[in-house]
């Protein structure tokens, strides 16, 4: 079981703003500021997701968040492009993972591959 993960982004205030946006329709916000180089996101009062001002980024990172409905991840889909996020997958069906499996995929302003998915059938 993982208590968090972190990741390494080259711009702390544009990334912030990122997932500030991208990570609302999931139900996670912003909990921790850690000095002005990193941001601890979460629910509740746990903060599972942090990032972190690097010199270089850490690039092939994929993180998947859970989401409680497809509608959901269709939510997180616009929200994360409305933040400035590229898409990387369009929200739908990915049957070669699971026969439930959807999810949409976007790249973070340093390339990193983050993800909504509902595993639940429609």
């Known amino acids: ?13 544009q990334s ?3 997932y500030d946006e991208a990570l609302r329709p999931l ?9 002005p180089t990193a941001a601890g996101y979460g629910a509740g009062r746990k903060a599972f997701f942090w990032i972190g001002q690097r010199d270089a980024s850490q690039t092939g990172t994929h993180v998947a968040f859970v989401a ?3 509608e959901t991840v269709d939510r997180f889909h616009q929200a994360a492009l409305a933040a400035g996020g590229r898409d990387n997958g369009p929200p739908g069906l990915r049957p070669q993972y699971h026969e439930h499996y959807y ?4 790249l973070d302003p340093d390339g990193h591959n983050v993800e909504a998915v509902c595993r639940k059938q429609a």
């Open 1 to 13: 079981m993982l208590d968090h993960v972190s990741l390494g982004v080259r711009d702390i205030e």
């Open 16 to 18: 912030k703003k990122f």
């Open 27 to 35: 139900g996670i916000e912003r909990l921790y500021a850690d000095g």
């Open 68 to 70: 409680e409905d497809r």
């Open 103 to 106: 999810g949409a995929f976007v």
